[in-house]
């Protein structure tokens, strides 16, 4: 794109780039590098007959990639700087399904956020309930690609938020 083009939704302008590093260890068991000095490396594994469950796989950093960036997503709108400890649960499912050629693929999300009184009495709730999914790079970036549900219910099960 020359300088003087503006860009479209079809190009989108890079924001931000980082690289993570992968290493195959032994069998399918693969150690994830992050690019924070202070993130700890992670070992992924696949589940038999392939490999040992020695460490999540793919699809369940995908289904919690989703989860934790809605939940970041929610206590931001609602606290921006300081969110209550221990005011939030998440939990993400993922359903996998056969397409045509019988090859494995998620098929659909569903994450439920489970909020504490300390968010649900939050002046701001009624209006970030209804707003946060927009703000959440991981789950916006997949839906163009597997539908996610997503849910917001307070610790007694009551659903506050559905979209689908």
């Given amino acids: ?9 079809a190009e989108p302008i890079e924001q931000g780039r980082f690289t993570i590093h992968l290493e195959q260890q032994e069998g399918y068991q693969i150690n994830v590098r992050f690019d924070w ?8 594994d696949e589940p038999p007959p392939l490999g040992e469950t020695a460490g999540p796989n793919a699809s369940r ?19 921006k700087e300081e969110p209550p400890d221990g005011s939030l649960r998440a939990e993400a499912t993922c359903i996998l ?4 050629k019988k090859r494995l693929r998620i098929g ?3 994450v439920r956020l489970i909020a504490a009184g300390a968010l649900t009495d939050s002046k701001r709730f009624e209006r970030c309930k209804d707003l946060f999914e927009d703000f959440c790079v991981v789950s916006a970036s997949i839906r163009d690609g597997i539908p996610i ?8 099960g009551t659903l506050l938020h559905r979209s689908d």
């Avoid at 399904?97 to 045509?100: E, L, S």
């Fill in 108 to 110: 659909r999300m569903e």
């Fill in 61 to 79: 950093l995908l289904a919690a990639a989703a989860a934790n960036c809605l939940s970041a997503s929610l206590l931001h709108c609602l606290f």
């Fill in 1 to 9: 794109m020359a300088d003087n083009q503006v860009p479209t939704a």
């Fill in 149 to 156: 549900a997503v849910e917001v219910c307070d610790e007694a």
């Fill in 37 to 44: 000095k202070r993130a700890a490396d992670l070992l992924t």
């Fill in 97 to 100: 399904v056969r397409n045509a």
